[in-house]
C-alpha cells in the first residue's frame, strides 16, 4: 500500500530531511511514525500526499510510484488519501458541512451524493447535530473531528494524520485515536505522526522513528513480538 525504497529529501540550501528511508505499510495496517521535532515526520506524509517530492529513491502507493505520476494525474491519486492537520485547516467562513463537503465538490458529485456523504461522515466522528455551524462555534477537539471527516467523506483507503492530538488534552487524544482504530477495523491503512510518547507507550501498534532524518527503527520487531 505505502512503500518507500531508499528515499532521500534535500531541500534548497542543502539541507537532508531524509536519509535512506525503507519501509512499507500493507494495506489495511495502522502505524505510528514518531521522533523529535525536525525528524522529517512532516517530510514523509509530505512525500506520501505529493506535495514533495524525493531528491533520489522511490515512494510507492499502491503500487504506483510517484515519481512517474505526472502533474495532472496528482488529484487522482489524492483521492485515495485522506490527510489530517494539526491545525485543521478549516476553511473558518464556511459551515461544517460545507467544509467536509469541498473533497466532494472538487471531485463533482452531486448535491444528492454529497449531503449522503457528508452527513454519514458527521455521524461517524460524533457531530451530526452540528451540520450549520461554522468552526469557530466549536472546540478544539470538535474542529479535529470536522478535519477527520473531510478526510474520510470520500472512503480514502489510506488516512494520513500530522500530530492529529497535539493540541487536546489526553482523553480527548484517546478520543481521537479510537476514530482512527474504527477505520482501520474497516480496512484502512491509517499513518499517524506524533511525538507524544505517552499516547505511543498504551497503544499496541507498530511505532517507526526516526532521528534526525533516518529511520532508526520500522517497528516490525515490536509488531511482531505483540
Avoid at 140 to 169: C, F, S
Amino acid at each position: 500500500m505505502i512503500q518507500f525504497k531508499n528515499v532521500n529529501k534535500t531541500y534548497p540550501g542543502g539541507f537532508q530531511a531524509l536519509k535512506g528511508i525503507n519501509f512499507s505499510l500493507e494495506a489495511g495496517e495502522m502505524a505510528f511514525l514518531t521522533g523529535h521535532s525536525g525528524a522529517g515526520k512532516s517530510t514523509l506524509l509530505k512525500l506520501i500526499t505529493l506535495m514533495e517530492k524525493p531528491t533520489s529513491g522511490q515512494v510507492i502507493i499502491d503500487n504506483n510510484e510517484l515519481s512517474k505520476i505526472r502533474y495532472s494525474q496528482i488529484p487522482f491519486v489524492r483521492r485515495n488519501i485522506g490527510m489530517i492537520f494539526q491545525n485543521h485547516n478549516l476553511l473558518m467562513d464556511r459551515t461544517v458541512f460545507d467544509n467536509v463537503a469541498l473533497p466532494l465538490v472538487i471531485e463533482g458529485l452531486s448535491s444528492r451524493q454529497i449531503r449522503k456523504r457528508v452527513e454519514a461522515a458527521l455521524d461517524k466522528v460524533g457531530l451530526a447535530t452540528k451540520v450549520k455551524c461554522l468552526p469557530y462555534m466549536l472546540s478544539g477537539g470538535e474542529q479535529q473531528r470536522v478535519g477527520i471527516a473531510r478526510a474520510i467523506v470520500n472512503k480514502p483507503p489510506i488516512i494520513l494524520a500530522d500530530e492529529p492530538t497535539g493540541n487536546l488534552d489526553p482523553k480527548l487524544s484517546l478520543d481521537i485515536i479510537q476514530l482512527f482504530e474504527d477505520f482501520n477495523a474497516v480496512g484502512v491503512c491509517v499513518l499517524i505522526a506524533t511525538h507524544d510518547l505517552g499516547l505511543i507507550a498504551r497503544m499496541k501498534y507498530r511505532t517507526l522513528t526516526l532521528k534526525q532524518g533516518q529511520m532508526i527503527t520500522d517497528g516490525l520487531a515490536h509488531a511482531e513480538a505483540v
